[in-house]
């Protein structure tokens, strides 16, 4: 399944805010226009969106810890039209592999809401393994990807 992720500019930013979730997803994740916003306070968080061919099907933010060596998928989220057509796996892969360029990667991470089904079938079937461990606010299951 063929995705780009594109930068987000003054061009597509409304399509991005504009994207859908089903309405019992709300709790997935965060709102597009907070992400985006966080992205450009923390300066860190990479922020694109998700194409298929010329279409904003999605959206995803991820980042590098280049101290700890480690990489982190903050969000994920395919508009509800455009969910089950494979392209939240193959964004995940694309991102797996850009943060592979970085130099010396140990691990990268993600976690979901211990509730979220499709989430955790769609990482543990890319090699993401449960720590054991919740994020501090104990929401959500944390998991790993060992990068060799
Ligand atoms: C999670 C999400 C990004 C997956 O994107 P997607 O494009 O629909 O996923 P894909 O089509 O690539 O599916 C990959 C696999 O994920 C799993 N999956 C995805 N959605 C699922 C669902 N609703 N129920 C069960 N499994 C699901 C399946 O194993 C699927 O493989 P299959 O279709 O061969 O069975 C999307 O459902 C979404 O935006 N959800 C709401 C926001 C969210 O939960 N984001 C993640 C926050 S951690």
Known sequence: ???TLRVITMGNFR???????????????ASNLYSLA???????????????????????????????KYGHIERLMMD???QR??????????VIERLKE?????????????????????YASLGFERTGQTTDDGDETITKLKIE
């Not at 399509?15 to 994740?29: D, I, R, T, Y």
């Not at 494979?86 to 694309?94: K, L, P, S």
């Open 80 to 82: 509800r039209r455009h």
């Open 102 to 122: 970085n130099p010396g990667i140990r691990e990268i991470e993600v976690s979901f809401e211990h509730d979220n089904v499709g989430a955790d079938r769609l």
């Open 85 to 94: 057509k494979g392209y939240g796996r193959a964004a995940m892969v694309e």
């Open 1 to 3: 399944m063929g995705i």
């Open 38 to 68: 966080e992205a450009k306070a923390d300066g860190i968080s990479v922020p694109p969106a998700v194409y298929s061919g010329e279409t904003m099907v999605g959206f995803v933010m991820y980042w590098y810890d280049e101290e700890n």
């Open 15 to 29: 399509e991005c805010l504009a994207l859908k979730l089903e309405p019992g997803q709300k709790n997935f994740v």
